[in-house]
């Protein structure tokens, strides 16, 4: 299986600008999570898709944040308006639906923010 | 709250000898998931291990073994003979909803050769 992959690896922005980062799941998953991970910390939840809907959304997803999953497929996140506070790392991971009630979450190599 | 609390920030040991790793969570929930997860210098965090609250049978698994003891919350983490290649930081992760997990600050593990 491939696993998951996000691009750009690395994003060097000024502040005020916007960007966009993609994420693929691995294929058949069909559940998309998105974590942000500052420097020293653990990753931190920001938002999760089933298929096309977005069903959860983090207090951290402020309003310059938004993620689509269109087609159920890849998945955006943008961000607005770029502060310096954004500055991390975004990981993407997916997960298939079992009968499970908690699926184990695949992550991606992350895309590393870093806004001047 | 923290959900996830590893007390250790670093640690560094020289190669062959063995390293436990701690983990201490908080749920309130009966029905939880516990998960390790490995993040080498390239990034990528890893999955190496995933328990549910009902099933404390401690796991090994070549170098790797868990304790999980519910009576003190924790699921412990240990890497037998480690290795260079072992180098990274683990994370303990816990899941009370099937869609998030709450990430631990994570361990840095040093292994010199």
């Known amino acids: 299986d491939t696993g998951v992959s996000q691009d750009p690896r690395h994003k060097i922005t000024k502040r005020g600008q916007n960007v966009t980062f993609r994420c693929d799941p691995i294929s058949e998953h069909n559940r998309l999570y998105w974590y942000r991970q500052t420097l020293g910390q653990g990753p931190e939840f920001l938002t999760y898709f089933q298929n096309e809907a977005q069903l959860e959304k983090s207090r951290l997803l402020s309003d310059r944040f938004s993620a689509e999953r269109p087609k159920g497929s890849f998945s955006t996140l943008e961000i607005q308006r770029t502060e310096q506070g954004d500055s991390a790392m975004y990981l993407c991971?997916?997960?298939?639906?079992?009968?499970?009630?908690?699926?184990?979450?695949?992550f991606g190599p992350g895309t590393r923010l870093t806004v001047l | 709250a923290q959900k996830v609390t590893q007390a250790q920030t670093e640690i560094s040991v020289v190669e062959k000898e063995d390293v436990t790793l701690d983990c201490v969570y908080e749920?309130?929930?009966?029905?939880?998931?516990l998960f390790w997860y490995k993040q080498p210098p390239s990034g990528e965090l890893v999955f190496l291990i995933r328990r549910n609250s009902f099933d404390e049978q401690n796991e090994i698994s070549g170098r790797y073994s868990w304790n999980f003891q519910k009576s003190t919350s924790s699921f412990n983490f240990t890497i037998t003979a480690s290795q260079v290649v072992d180098s990274a930081v683990y994370f303990c992760a816990l899941s009370e909803v099937r869609y998030k997990l709450s990430f631990g600050a994570g361990t840095t593990v040093t292994v010199r050769a």
């Open positions: 991971a997916s997960s298939p639906v079992r009968t499970h009630r908690t699926d184990t979450q695949y």
């Open positions: 749920t309130r929930d009966t029905t939880y998931y």
